[in-house]
């Protein structure tokens, strides 16, 4: 195995579960829910929850979705241990696997453990630590804390237009979480540097460099 890949891996993994509970926690016990605060027009913190997965995006029952994304960060690791033991896989797709595995293992913390051990109260009151069971939900059904708000730009559909007509766009209005942002960054970045290594192993090994 080689420890330059595990030590990335390894690293990539606890810095972004570390920096996205910090985020979390952070805004959960100091801002309340729904509060929004304007860093730029374009740049807000706003204080929202859910259910689903990634930028809010809701599918199949909380249990379900909590349990799946245990699985798939269990399968990612495995996935893992066997990249960094193969001389065919560079660092960088190493890299990107890892972002990946930790943005969905810091939305876990979320959904296994939030419930049991904040409030959440109803604004503006603000969320506090509680001792374990005294919650505001039970084990698997926490929410998922997002806080990133990006409203670049919004226009208004011409009248022409059919259906749209007279309503307004806006882009980029998903909140998302750091994790999400890490699960993103691992998966764009794989699409565009690294395709040929997914889905298979690449056919000549000695045409592959470390990135």
């Given at each position: 195995?080689?420890?330059?890949?595990?030590?990335?891996?390894?690293?990539?993994?606890?810095?972004?579960?570390?920096?996205?509970?910090?985020?979390?926690?952070?805004?959960?016990?100091?801002?309340?829910?729904?509060?929004?605060?304007?860093?730029?027009?374009?740049?807000?913190?706003?204080?929202?929850?859910?259910?689903?997965?990634?930028?809010?995006?809701?599918?199949?029952?909380?249990?379900?979705?909590?349990?799946?994304?245990?699985?798939?960060?269990?399968?990612?690791?495995?996935?893992?241990?066997?990249?960094?033991?193969?001389?065919?896989?560079?660092?960088?797709?190493?890299?990107?696997?890892?972002?990946?595995?930790?943005?969905?293992?810091?939305?876990?913390?979320?959904?296994?453990?939030?419930?049991?051990?904040?409030?959440?109260?109803?604004?503006?009151?603000?969320?506090?630590?509680?001792?374990?069971?005294?919650?505001?939900?039970?084990?698997?059904?926490?929410?998922?804390?997002?806080?990133?708000?990006?409203?670049?730009?919004?226009?208004?559909?011409?009248?022409?237009?059919?259906?749209?007509?007279?309503?307004?766009?806006?882009?980029?209005?998903?909140?998302?979480?750091?994790?999400?942002?890490?699960?993103?960054?691992?998966?764009?970045?794989l699409l565009i540097f690294y395709s040929r290594?997914?889905?298979?192993?690449?056919?000549?090994?000695?045409?592959?460099?470390?990135?």
């Open positions: 195995m080689k420890l330059s890949k595990v030590w990335i891996a390894s690293a990539i993994i606890v810095l972004v579960i570390v920096i996205d509970q910090a985020i979390k926690i952070w805004v959960k016990t100091g801002m309340y829910w729904g509060e929004d605060i304007e860093i730029f027009s374009w740049f807000h913190i706003r204080f929202v929850q859910n259910n689903g997965m990634a930028f809010g995006m809701e599918f199949g029952s909380k249990l379900f979705l909590t349990l799946f994304r245990i699985v798939a960060v269990g399968v990612l690791g495995w996935i893992i241990s066997r990249l960094c033991k193969s001389d065919i896989y560079p660092k960088g797709f190493v890299a990107c696997v890892a972002l990946i595995a930790a943005g969905a293992a810091g939305n876990i913390f979320d959904c296994v453990f939030y419930g049991e051990i904040f409030t959440n109260p109803y604004p503006p009151e603000i969320a506090s630590f509680v001792p374990w069971g005294e919650g505001y939900g039970t084990i698997f059904h926490g929410l998922v804390v997002d806080m990133f708000y990006f409203p670049l730009f919004t226009f208004q559909w011409p009248e022409w237009m059919p259906f749209l007509s007279g309503k307004t766009f806006s882009f980029f209005d998903p909140v998302f979480n750091f994790a999400d942002a890490a699960i993103s960054v691992g998966m764009i970045v290594y997914l889905g298979g192993t690449p056919g000549r090994s000695e045409e592959i460099t470390e990135r």
